[in-house]
């Protein structure tokens, strides 16, 4: 495996579909408001299918059943609240990271560099599902979808945590699993890699085109080199 062309200083993460795997979680609570308006659940086959552009696109594809449509809009602000207090009920119920994450984490950790998590997640359910997984006291900046004006891909959350953490894009790594990643990656001037297990939506995350792809946080030890 090829090293960076540069040893960052600080490496940011994402969360869903690169720290964890939060479908089972989404895939509950979308199925306990289509019961509530008594629509057929959908299953988590499909959820995973529809995740990674926010809760109000995941909401409108359930309704539809499909990647493209738009629900009727009543019905739509009859869904959402819905969706949102199920899944703030159950952020953690069966989320959990993914191999090799909680050791990927313990080495970045002993290895001295700076972390943070960025990701377009509510903090109202962000830093719960951290804390519940014990992940949240590992990151020196957490940057949720709604701590500023604007998300991933905007390179704003990456610049906000860089400042936060006092180093400079060119010190920087953002690790994560989609394409938006690595739009705000390239943005913000940070070196970019990504995960091959992530919500990409059935894409190939290569085609993205980050500086590298890896199976596992795991195999970052190997990427960044020795100190």
């Given at each position: 495996m090829s090293r960076l062309?540069?040893?960052?200083?600080?490496?940011?993460?994402?969360l869903d579909g690169t720290l964890v795997d939060t479908v089972p979680d989404l895939a509950y609570s979308v199925d306990i408001m289509m019961r509530e308006l008594g629509?057929?659940?959908?299953?988590?086959?499909?959820?995973?299918?529809?995740?990674?552009?926010?809760?109000?696109?995941?909401?409108?594809?359930?309704?539809?059943?499909?990647?493209?449509?738009?629900?009727?809009?009543?019905?739509f602000r009859r869904a959402h609240p819905i969706f949102l207090e199920a899944y703030a009920r159950n952020v953690c119920t069966y989320s959990r990271p993914f191999?090799?994450?909680?050791?990927g984490i313990e080495y970045?950790?002993?290895?001295?560099?700076?972390?943070?998590c960025v990701t377009n997640k509510?903090?109202?359910?962000?830093?719960?599902?951290?804390r519940k997984l014990g992940l949240y006291g590992r990151f020196q900046a957490v940057v949720s979808g709604d701590t500023l004006a604007q998300k991933k891909p905007h390179p704003?959350?990456?610049?906000?945590?860089?400042k936060v953490l006092?180093?400079?894009p060119a010190e920087s790594l953002m690790v994560g699993d989609s394409i938006t990643d690595?739009?705000?990656?390239?943005?913000?001037?940070?070196?970019v890699v990504c995960v091959s297990y992530g919500y990409n939506h059935g894409l190939d995350i290569r085609d993205a085109g980050p500086d590298a792809v890896i199976g596992s946080l795991l195999d970052l030890g190997e990427l960044l080199g020795p100190a």
């Open positions: 062309a540069v040893r960052p200083r600080m490496l940011l993460i994402d629509l057929p659940a959908r299953g988590e086959a499909r959820v995973r299918e529809w995740i990674g552009n926010g809760v109000e696109r995941l909401v409108r594809r359930a309704l539809v059943n499909a990647y493209e449509g738009e629900p009727d809009e009543a019905l191999p090799g994450v909680m050791e970045l950790a002993g290895a001295g560099f700076l972390l943070g509510a903090a109202a359910f962000t830093e719960p599902l951290l704003a959350p990456l610049l906000h945590a860089a006092g180093v400079t690595v739009e705000a990656a390239r943005a913000a001037g940070f070196q």
